[in-house]
């Protein structure tokens, strides 16, 4: 079975939106943490312009990890794992076959 014919219940529609929007507020806030400090420290002109490059590269990086396409989302779901916005645990709503797929993605095991 590939990655695109999973079945996905209305019960796991719902833990994976859960799960994929915990994750994105994680990378946000880290985001927001980054970017706070990087305002505090600005001193000269060219440091705003910085951090609005910044700002950009984080978001081009957020809009290429979050993909909520069923086809998708458990590779999604390994890279936020693997970036440290989600755990294993909180796919705990998932049938196994997903989870499983999702350690064996992470670990080849």
């Known amino acids: 079975m590939t990655m695109r014919e999973f079945h996905w219940s209305p019960a796991e ?3 994976a ?8 507020q994680t990378a946000l806030a880290k985001v927001i943490a980054e970017f706070k400090a990087k305002a ?12 609005e490059d910044y700002l950009r590269q984080q978001r081009r990086k957020i ?7 069923y ?6 779901f390994v890279q936020m794992i ?4 989600l755990s294993e645990e909180q ?10 797929a999702v350690h ?6």
């Open 40 to 51: 505090m420290a600005v001193t000269e002109p060219d440091d705003m312009w910085e951090i």
């Open 71 to 76: 086809s998708q989302l458990l590779f999604v």
């Open 104 to 109: 064996f993605l992470l670990t080849g095991e």
């Open 82 to 85: 693997h970036l440290g916005y």
């Open 17 to 24: 939106r859960a799960a994929y929007d915990a994750a994105l």
């Open 63 to 69: 809009d290429g990890i979050f993909d909520y396409r």
């Open 91 to 100: 796919l705990a709503g998932l049938s196994d076959e997903k989870r499983e």
């Open 13 to 15: 529609k719902k833990a």
